[in-house]
């Protein structure tokens, strides 16, 4: 249902891997790369390079939608009608991301009822970040900004991905997830030109996320599992640590403009560096919540299967219109 994949050979079909990924082949795939050429859907690729692919463009699709729930849940709530306009645009847009992500997985051969399964058994992973709660709207504000904003940091290298489909999709992404960050931004400035409750409830929010978004680059470079390949294959332009280092250089000046301190006492400029210090994160916590164990993901996910279940006849439905109309337009030709 609903797959875009072009004809791409099954398994079955197929030659035998080891014939079909000749020497020749893998080297003309890797010189394209090298070149800082683009593979495209029709391209032979390496299976492995497929499968990678595969994985990270659905678990990000996947953070996308469930990253939905926590800021989705502030919106009978929020504070007046135009703050109300602003974030019910910014979750669509997150919907949005997903959709664009789903289908440029599947144009390579995935298709999206065979990724959501996998969200649904809690085999696929997603982002880290959205098994944590959003207590008050001072968080709304925080996600956009600091979530946000480490989403980007993480995802302007992607629109140079060597994958064609996949930075196409992060182009748009990323624009958008600009006006993201800048209305959590906005919301948090006017929260702190308020009152000392209003000052109290940002400062315990970013007490509460900044590490969590820290986390969110994934595990550091040495035990970084795929970076090593991905980078070869230019999937990844730069490494979990260095992207965590530069959103932290850019995030301490935003903080102070903010009057917000951030929650880390080892947080100090180095000059000799030319970046801030920081002190050791929790990779405990962060495993726990990756592998099923943080505070929502259990929430998380039972929201998402439910969603998916009460929406099954609207895509039924879709799919007998789909039908019908293909049926009358062979009937009239
Ligand atoms: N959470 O070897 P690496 C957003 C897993 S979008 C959970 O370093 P890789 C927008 C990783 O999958 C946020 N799992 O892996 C928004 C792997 O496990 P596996 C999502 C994580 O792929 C904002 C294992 O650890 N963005 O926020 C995490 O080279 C506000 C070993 O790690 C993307 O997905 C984590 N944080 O690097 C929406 C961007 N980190 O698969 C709503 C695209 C690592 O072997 C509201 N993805 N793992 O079982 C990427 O850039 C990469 O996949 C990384 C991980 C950097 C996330």
């Avoid at 391209?43 to 678990?59: F, N």
């Amino acid at each position: 249902m609903y797959t875009q994949s072009l004809s791409i050979p099954d398994a079955a079909a197929a030659p035998p891997a080891k014939s079909v990924e000749s020497a020749h082949l893998v080297q003309k795939f890797q010189s394209r790369i090298d070149d800082d050429g683009r593979i495209e859907p029709q391209d032979w690729m390496p299976e492995a390079y497929r499968k990678t692919l595969v994985r990270q463009i659905s678990q990000h699709a996947h953070s996308e939608i469930v990253g939905m729930l926590p800021e989705g849940n502030w919106i009978s709530r929020a504070p007046s009608l135009k703050a109300k306009a602003i974030l019910i645009a910014k979750v669509q847009d997150e919907g949005g991301h997903g959709l664009y992500l789903y289908s440029a997985a599947e144009t390579l051969g995935s298709s999206r009822d065979e990724m959501l399964a996998a969200l649904h058994s809690g085999k696929a992973k997603y982002s880290s970040i959205f098994n944590y709660p959003a207590l008050n709207w001072a968080d709304v504000g925080v996600i956009g900004w600091l979530v946000d904003g480490a989403a980007i940091m993480n995802q302007i290298p992607l629109c140079r991905c060597s994958y064609g489909p996949y930075a196409r999709a992060m182009i748009r992404v990323c624009k958008e997830e600009s006006f993201h960050q800048r209305q959590g931004y906005a919301s948090l400035l006017t929260l702190m030109r308020g009152t000392q409750a209003q000052k109290d409830m940002v400062q315990d929010a970013v007490n509460r996320w900044w590490w969590k978004c820290l986390a969110m680059f994934g595990p550091p470079d040495s035990d970084s599992h795929h970076s090593a390949q991905a980078m070869k294959w230019g999937i990844k332009r730069i490494s979990n640590d260095d992207l965590r280092q530069k959103f932290i250089d850019a995030t301490v000046p935003q903080a102070e403009v903010l009057g917000v301190k951030l929650p880390d006492p080892d947080l100090k400029w180095n000059e000799a560096r030319g970046h801030y210090d920081f002190g050791p994160i929790d990779w405990d916590e962060f495993w726990q919540t990756v592998n099923g164990n943080g505070p929502l993901n259990k929430e998380r996910l039972a929201t998402r299967v439910r969603a998916s279940e009460e929406g099954a006849w609207v895509r039924e439905a879709a799919l007998a219109r789909a039908r019908k109309q293909a049926h009358t337009g062979k009937e009239a030709a």
